[in-house]
């Protein structure tokens, strides 16, 4: 078990490039998330995966952003036309669930980032 | 949603305990509380989460009011690696299992 893996850790970008993200949660885990923190503020919430069905997605979560979780393993978030308020940590996260929504305990481990600098 | 209230800073001396105070009024009788802590530049990092009874686990002790309307989270013997934000955050029922994190407490340890 090596964690959640996150790639790249940096990437700087021109306004109105595409850039993706690539997350690969804890093997056994079957839930996977996406969070995005800005400085100086705590991560939100973008979207999460069951498996290889997305359940939910934030307002947050423009119609530029998409993310993928095909195989219910690694995920892909793409961000495209990038704009300078993308800058930001986007951050995963993945846990093991037995419940399709109802939740008592629910130990999310996350991943170090992926640090997106729009110029 | 049950929100969170931290204060926004807390100093504690290196060696000392560090306790961390949460306000949860709103919080469910299903709810989870949760502590987590990001160390500038990383991921949060889990420490330790309860219903009603006080856990303690390697990292850290967390006490839960009888009326679960707030909780301290306790460093024993806090060092300067304990520096970090930290968060307490209300695992929302039936919501997907969603960690909704709030400002939290930038802890800073002090030699």
């Known amino acids: 078990d090596t964690g959640v893996s996150q790639n790249p850790r940096h990437k700087i970008t021109k306004r109105g490039q595409n850039v993706t993200f690539r997350c690969d949660p804890i093997s056994e885990h079957n839930r996977l998330y996406w969070y995005r923190q800005t400085l100086g503020q705590g991560p939100e919430f973008l979207t999460y995966?069951?498996?290889?069905?997305?359940?939910?997605k934030s307002r947050l979560l423009s119609d530029r952003f998409s993310a993928e979780r095909p195989k219910g393993s690694f995920s892909t978030l793409e961000i495209q036309r990038t704009e300078q308020g993308d800058s930001a940590m986007y951050l995963c996260?993945?846990?093991?669930?037995?419940?399709?929504?109802?939740?008592?305990?629910?130990?999310?481990?996350f991943g170090a980032g992926s640090r997106l600098t729009v110029l | 949603d049950a929100k969170t209230t931290q204060p926004t800073s807390m100093d504690c001396a290196e060696g000392r305990a560090a306790n961390l105070p949460c306000n949860h009024s709103t919080i469910s009788g299903n709810e989870y509380v949760y502590w987590y802590r990001q160390i500038h530049s990383q991921g949060p990092q889990y420490i330790i989460h309860?219903?009603?009874n006080n856990e303690t686990n390697e990292m850290a002790s967390l006490i839960i009011t009888e009326d679960r309307k707030s909780s301290t989270l306790i460093l024993p013997h806090a060092t300067l690696r304990d520096t970090a934000v930290y968060y307490c955050i209300v695992l929302i029922y039936n919501q997907g299992g969603k960690l909704i994190f709030g400002q939290g407490t930038e802890l800073s340890v002090k030699p």
């Open positions: 996260a993945s846990s093991l669930s037995l419940d399709r929504g109802v939740f008592g305990a629910n130990v999310l481990t």
């Open positions: 995966f069951q498996n290889e069905a997305q359940l939910e």
């Open positions: 309860g219903l009603k």
